[in-house]
């Protein structure tokens, strides 16, 4: 199983104003009457399933090693080894490439992560790549990697570097393990903090115990904290199928543990529409499902309903301009227990 979602940009967002007066739905769901301006408060980047990659930037310039940074995000594994003289095949451009491990990881973790970053960190993005790799089947008998941010990036000896080559040296043949088996090892560019638990990131997911929400102490990213505003005219046509009438808003009804949207309502003048927080995220364009909404116009903002009873977002930073860089994706197969099938996540991006 594949899980797809990488760092998405916002530098189509406008803040434009819309001069119509809203329909109402309810007092108490519908936007405030003249409300021009849909505002997002928002946190990280990526899906915040496993290892954060700039919050492993943090622990390893707080001196903590590969291991315990893998240990961290991924709880209760140990490190293991990949089979002798495993290959991958990987899809790049039209053409099935069959690559060694070793090798296919010195071309992941240059793409992944900047070179110029604390050695125990790309230990550890060395690792997590692996052993995504090993546990991947993007296409099915046919291939197990895409070479793009569908599963992870991959730019052959071309992108090669002599510190990410030293990493992988380092770590050769190290794979992360739960129970005695490989680990699927979802990582991304920025937590905003938190990561989140699978089950409350990717809709269908169960539970899985080293895939749970911690705290990510040290992560202090580009996007840690980022603020969005748009008309409601531009996320009304952005959610277009979802709204029913006129666009009148958004409420959340549940959150994760970090705490990002898991399930909301796209409230419209003649209904509302269930929507799963991914979801949302991608229609509008978003960072991440870590993300809080309020409705702005004239006489002030006011903060759109929400059911989740999780506690506001802290006041964001202004959103940076032209961040570059993904997040990761998830891994696809070969893991402890079975995976839903059909959904898409994220697994590895190039940070910094």
């Not at 409230?267 to 991914?278: E, F």
């Not at 940076?320 to 998830?330: I, K, L």
Request: with cysteine; net charge neutral; hydrophobic share 40%.
């Amino acid at each position: 199983m594949q899980f797809v979602i990488r760092r998405i940009t916002l530098t189509g967002l406008a803040s434009l104003v819309l001069c119509a007066s809203a329909a109402e739905l309810s007092a108490a769901s519908a936007a405030p009457a003249g409300a021009s301006t849909l505002v997002i408060d928002g946190a990280g980047d990526g899906h915040g399933v496993g290892m954060s990659q700039d919050g492993a930037l943090g622990l390893a310039e707080h001196g903590w090693t590969y291991n315990a940074i893998l240990a961290h995000y991924y709880t209760g594994t140990a490190l293991g080894s990949a089979p002798a003289d495993t290959v991958v095949k990987v899809l790049v451009g039209s053409k099935v490439k069959k690559l060694p491990l070793e090798t296919y990881v010195r071309g992941v973790v240059s793409a992944e992560m900047s070179a110029s970053w604390p050695i125990a960190a790309l230990e550890a993005q060395a690792v997590a790549s692996r052993t995504y790799a090993i546990t991947s089947d993007a296409g099915g008998s046919k291939f197990d990697l895409y070479s793009d941010d569908r599963s992870q990036v991959y730019l052959g000896k071309t992108a090669e570097t002599s510190r990410t080559n030293s990493a992988v040296a380092a770590t050769a043949g190290q794979i992360v393990t739960y129970a005695g088996k490989p680990a699927v090892t979802y990582f991304f560019a920025g937590s905003g903090g938190q990561t989140e638990s699978v089950q409350n990131a990717f809709p269908g997911a169960e539970p899985e115990p080293w895939l749970v929400s911690v705290a990510d102490p040290y992560e202090a990213g580009p996007l840690r904290r980022w603020t969005a505003t748009m008309s409601f005219a531009s996320a009304g046509s952005r959610l277009s199928g979802l709204v029913k009438g006129a666009f009148t808003g958004i409420e959340v009804l549940k959150r994760g543990l970090s705490p990002r949207i898991v399930s909301a309502y796209v409230l419209g003048s003649k209904g509302r529409t269930l929507v799963s927080g991914p979801e949302l995220e991608a229609r509008l364009g978003l960072y991440s499902t870590w993300a809080y909404f309020s409705a702005k116009n004239a006489k002030g903002t006011r903060a759109e309903p929400d059911a989740s009873g999780q506690s506001p977002a802290p006041t964001p930073t202004a959103q940076p301009a032209n961040v570059g860089g993904t997040g990761g994706s998830a891994a696809t197969a070969g893991t402890p227990s079975g995976k839903p099938t059909g959904v898409n996540g994220q697994g590895g991006v190039p940070a910094g």
